[in-house]
């Protein structure tokens, strides 16, 4: 199917039909683990930003989830089993740490040592 849509694609540009197709470029700026590490303290602390957006930012920096994805999140995704909190996006599941511990401390206690 792919190979059709091409060629249909590149049959419509031919007669001017269709504009010209934007090359793919690599993303130009990524965040350092320093950065990374900063954003996601000031999302678990800084009481100044909406939740939403504190929440969403520790998904994207922590799960790398997009934000399409996290705009569709309901409470019903978050489950509890054995003392440890889950929230399954799509096919994935991710866990948060036992309730033992605070979850604004666990990114610290899972920072890789610089």
């Known amino acids: 199917m792919r190979y059709r849509v091409s060629y249909f694609l590149s049959w419509t540009a031919d007669r001017g039909l269709t504009v010209s197709a934007i090359p793919r470029q690599q993303p130009a700026d990524f965040l350092g683990d320093d950065q990374r590490w900063q954003l996601l303290q000031r999302c678990l602390t800084d009481s100044t930003m909406p939740v939403g957006v504190r ?5 994207v920096l ?3 989830l997009q934000l399409q994805r996290i705009r569709h999140l309901t409470a019903g ?16 599941r991710f866990s948060r740490p036992a309730s033992g511990r605070s979850s604004a401390s666990w990114p610290h206690s899972h920072r890789p040592a610089s």
């Open 55 to 59: 929440g969403a930012g520790a998904l």
């Open 62 to 64: 922590l799960f790398g």
């Open 77 to 92: 995704q978050i489950t509890e089993k054995d003392g440890n909190a889950y929230l399954t996006a799509g096919p994935r």
